[in-house]
């Protein structure tokens, strides 16, 4: 069956750097475009990032771009996120999400990973 | 970008009750060369990743249960769960996917 799971979270300090990462099984990785998307505590979801399914394309929400960075393993069926020069307001939970085929809702989403951005 | 504005942010309706979630973007999510809307909702329970309801604004995903249905077209959505049960309390997102940025409604917190 469909599997994501994401690693590397935790608390960070701000203007230090963390790097998530999704390990997915039990479908064809490079068919499907992945993204990230977070939920801050007491908020809604937040579309962060987004890669297509061969890497060609990412896209940013504006409050990330420069900072954050999306990257895709496709012999190794991961996807990450180099998050830099955090902020106190990335603190959220970020799950891990695949876009359907051709179109970028998301059908399978993993558990999150929880970062928090405080000194 | 374009805005996903939900309502109500809260609703209680009653076991075996209707419940109507409306979600109106500011602009058309309606693509005229395929005749379809890019609008999903999704159910996210406490505790629980966010999992797909509707896609394509009608659509249901497999395995979700026949009393959620999607419907709209353009700006304005809903979603109506035409029998509730106990596992439906959650909350409920829309999500345009026409343009990036992608964007999500605020969310309905919906309980019993």
């Known amino acids: 069956q469909v599997q994501l799971v994401e690693s590397g979270g935790g608390m960070v300090q701000p203007g230090r750097s963390l790097r998530l990462s999704c390990a997915t099984s039990?479908?064809?990785?490079?068919?499907?475009?992945m993204a990230w998307v977070r939920k801050a505590p007491g908020k809604g979801l937040e579309w962060a990032a987004i890669i297509w399914y061969d890497g060609s394309l990412k896209y940013y929400i504006d409050s990330v771009k420069g900072r954050f960075t999306i990257s895709r393993d496709n012999s190794n069926n991961t996807v990450n996120l180099q998050m830099n020069n955090l902020r106190p307001e990335d603190t959220a939970v970020y799950y891990c999400?695949?876009?359907?085929?051709?179109?970028?809702?998301?059908?399978?989403w993993g558990q999150g990973a929880l970062v928090t951005v405080s000194s | 970008d374009i805005v996903m504005t939900q309502s109500p942010d809260s609703l209680a309706v009653s076991l075996g009750e209707r419940a109507t979630i409306t979600c109106k973007s500011s602009q058309s999510l309606f693509y005229n060369s395929n005749n379809k809307n890019y609008l999903a909702w999704y159910q996210q329970r406490p505790g629980q990743p966010p999992k797909l309801l509707i896609y394509w604004a009608s659509t249901r995903e497999s395995g979700v249960p026949d009393r959620f249905s999607g419907s709209g077209s353009g700006t304005d959505f809903t979603l109506t769960i035409s029998s509730l049960q106990a596992e439906d309390v959650a909350v409920y997102f829309c999500?345009?996917?026409?343009?990036?940025?992608?964007?999500f409604g605020q969310g309905t917190r919906l309980e019993i």
């Open positions: 999500q345009q996917y026409y343009t990036t940025p992608i964007t």
């Open positions: 039990g479908f064809s990785f490079s068919g499907h475009g």
């Open positions: 999400a695949r876009g359907a085929v051709g179109a970028n809702y998301f059908d399978y």
